[in-house]
Structure formats: structure tokens, C-alpha cells
Nanobody, 127 residues
Framework: QVQLVESGGGSVQAGGSLRLSCEAS????????MGWFRQAPGRESEGVAV????????YYADSVKGRFTISRDNDKNTLYLQMNSLKPEDTAMYYC????????????????????WGQGTQVTVSS
């Protein structure tokens, strides 16, 4: 059974940092991409960052470029999101996701292209 378990969320002041982790279990060898989405209250879900499991390809939302870094430890089967210079507008529930198929650069934030989802971890940034 496939499982994605997020951790690392919390409350931080603006300008601070957090590192989210997503531990994957089950049959993960067929996954091509893993990534992070977020959803704030009253807002639509948005793609934050995605990484190709084979390496060499990452996609980021414009709002987080230069501040967030996505990475993956294949040995530990764990996905990370290092978040620096956090802003109040980064406040949201963050979800880990994985896709079996290819994720095109132009549509990487399309939720329907992803097959597995975690339960989420809350990030709250205060001003």
C-alpha cells in the first residue's frame, strides 16, 4: 500500500525557515515525479514545486522561486522542501504528491496529473 507522510510543518515568523519532509512507502519505483502543493483557507490549491525522480528536472511556482528548494533522498525514499524567507502568504496546508506518468513543464501544477497524496502538514507564517 502506497503511503505519503508529511512532517515538518509548524509556526514561524516572517523571514524564518522550515523544512518539510515527505516519507514515501510502498511500491514507489514507478513514480516519475514527486512534489508539493499547498492550499490556504478560501483559496484554490496551487503547485509549489515538483521534482523528477530521475534527477535533473524541477519546477517551481513563481511565488517561491529563489526561496524554496525541493530535493529528494532516493536512499531514504524521502522528499524535502526547504523553505526560506517565509512570508505570511506562504501560510497553507502543504501536501506531498507523486505521479506515475510524465509531468510536462507547461502543466506541472495540474492536480489531476498526480496519483498519490499525503494528508498534509500545516505551515503558518506570522508577520
Amino acid at each position: 500500500q502506497v503511503q505519503l507522510v508529511e512532517s515538518g510543518g509548524g509556526s514561524v515568523q516572517a523571514g524564518g525557515s522550515l523544512r518539510l519532509s515527505c516519507e514515501a512507502s510502498g511500491y514507489t519505483y514507478s513514480w516519475s515525479f514527486m512534489g508539493w502543493f499547498r492550499q490556504a483557507p478560501g483559496r484554490e490549491s496551487e503547485g509549489v514545486a515538483v521534482i523528477y525522480t530521475g534527477g535533473g528536472i524541477t519546477y517551481y511556482a513563481d511565488s517561491v522561486k529563489g526561496r524554496f528548494t525541493i530535493s529528494r533522498d532516493n536512499d531514504k525514499n524521502t522528499l524535502y522542501l526547504q523553505m526560506n524567507s517565509l512570508k505570511p502568504e506562504d501560510t497553507a496546508m502543504y501536501y506531498c504528491t507523486a505521479a506515475r506518468g510524465w509531468i510536462a513543464g507547461g502543466t506541472w501544477s495540474r492536480q489531476s496529473d498526480y496519483d498519490y497524496w499525503g494528508q498534509g502538514t500545516q505551515v503558518t507564517v506570522s508577520s
